[in-house]
T-cell receptor, first 111, second 110 residues
Framework: DADVTQTPRNRITKTGKRIMLECSQT?????MYWYRQDPGLGLRLIYY???????NKGEISDGYSVSRQAQAKFSLSLESAIPNQTALYFC??????????FGSGTQLSVL | QKEVEQDPGPLSVPEGAIVSLNCTYSNSAFQYFMWYRQYSRKGPELLMYTYSSGNKEDGRFTAQVDKSSKYISLFIRDSQPSDSATYLC??????????FGAGTRLAVHP
């Protein structure tokens, strides 16, 4: 079984819809992250959480929100999806160091 | 100027070739340097991790950091078709806030 599981793997939605991407982990790590990946731009940090009571904005948090429901669960919401949020989204975890462990990603398309 | 610059490629080489992948970074405070490998439709996986300057070798892979020129390299010896992937460099000054390069797509053909 995967250590970092993301659901769904693919999602197509329409402009203005609210959607949630979910992430769960079995690695026992306190730190969790959401990144988006766009061609030519690499991975950019959206939000990160160092423990259940800690939520921090990353480089590109506008239009997104997150919820850390438990140590193992971290969800990303798009309140009103827009086409330029079409991207590949990754959840990641880490221990106290800088080594990240990524899920397999969610490909999101906003029409 | 991006904090981490990486040539996106694509880079195409024959099997057995030595591959050199490179990044430059702008912030001299960065101390942690990583290379991630990403196969198609998969998440990145950590390949190499180095702290400060110097070389680190792991099998066919060598990571090199030159802090004086702010240059990060990954060398792959005896490249194999299974090495075909996108390689992302990453660096950080601390607090787990990695900054990634855009990634270089590598294709190793038999």
């Amino acid at each position: 079984d995967a250590d970092v599981t993301q659901t769904p793997r693919n999602r197509i939605t329409k402009t203005g819809k609210r959607i949630m991407l979910e992430c769960s982990q079995t690695k026992g790590h306190d730190r969790m992250y959401w990144y988006r990946q766009d061609p030519g731009l690499g991975l950019r940090l959206i939000y990160y959480s160092f423990d259940v009571k800690d939520i921090n904005k990353g480089e590109i948090s506008d239009g997104y929100s997150v919820s850390r429901q438990a140590q193992a669960k971290f969800s990303l919401s798009l309140e009103s999806a827009i086409p330029n949020q079409t991207a590949l989204y990754f959840c990641a975890t880490s221990d106290v160091g800088e080594k990240l462990f990524f899920g397999s990603g969610t490909q999101l398309s906003v029409l | 100027q991006k904090e981490v610059e990486q040539d996106p490629g694509p880079l195409s080489v024959p099997e057995g070739a030595i591959v050199s992948l490179n990044c430059t970074y702008s912030n001299s405070a960065f101390q942690y340097f990583m290379w991630y490998r990403q196969y198609s439709r998969k998440g990145p996986e950590l390949l190499m991790y180095t702290y400060s300057s110097g070389n680190k070798e792991d099998g066919r892979f060598t990571a090199q950091v030159d802090k004086s020129s702010k240059y990060i390299s990954l060398f792959i010896r005896d490249s194999q078709p299974s090495d075909s992937a996108t390689y992302l460099c990453a660096t950080a000054g601390g607090y787990n806030k990695l900054i990634f390069g855009a990634g270089t797509r590598l294709a190793v053909h038999p």
